[in-house]
């Protein structure tokens, strides 16, 4: 059984900074994409950043410039750095692990936690 647990999140003040961590409990064959994403309420949720296996990132527009997303591949963690936060940041983040369960498997599998609440305050 794979989980993804997630830490970091909190309240902030507009242009203060938080880090996202989220790590794989589990086992997974191979993770070829890690990403975070984020639901304010009445929306759905939208991607923020991925970053691929060999480290090719994308980002939202909304966060450019602002968040940095990076890898752990021997640790199957991924931190998303946020600064300059402003108060439409604010939203529940999640951690979004694409990649093969086993050796065997011939499908991407997705995995998300539980989320974490980022609020950042005027």
């Known amino acids: 059984q794979v989980q993804l647990v997630e830490s970091g999140g909190g309240l902030v003040q507009a242009g203060g900074s938080l880090r996202l961590s989220c790590a794989a409990s589990g086992s997974i064959f191979r993770i070829n994409r890690m990403g975070w994403y984020r639901q304010a309420p009445g929306k759905q949720r939208e991607l923020v950043a991925t970053?691929?296996?060999?480290?090719?990132?994308n980002y939202a527009d909304s966060v450019k410039g602002r968040f940095t997303i990076s890898r752990d591949n021997a640790r199957n963690t991924v931190y998303l750095q946020m600064n300059s936060l402003k108060p439409e940041d604010t939203a529940v983040y999640y951690c979004n692990f694409r990649g093969l369960r086993s050796a065997w498997s011939v499908q991407e599998s997705d995995y998300w936690g539980q989320g974490t609440q980022v609020t950042v305050s005027s």
């Open positions: 970053i691929t296996r060999s480290g090719i990132t």
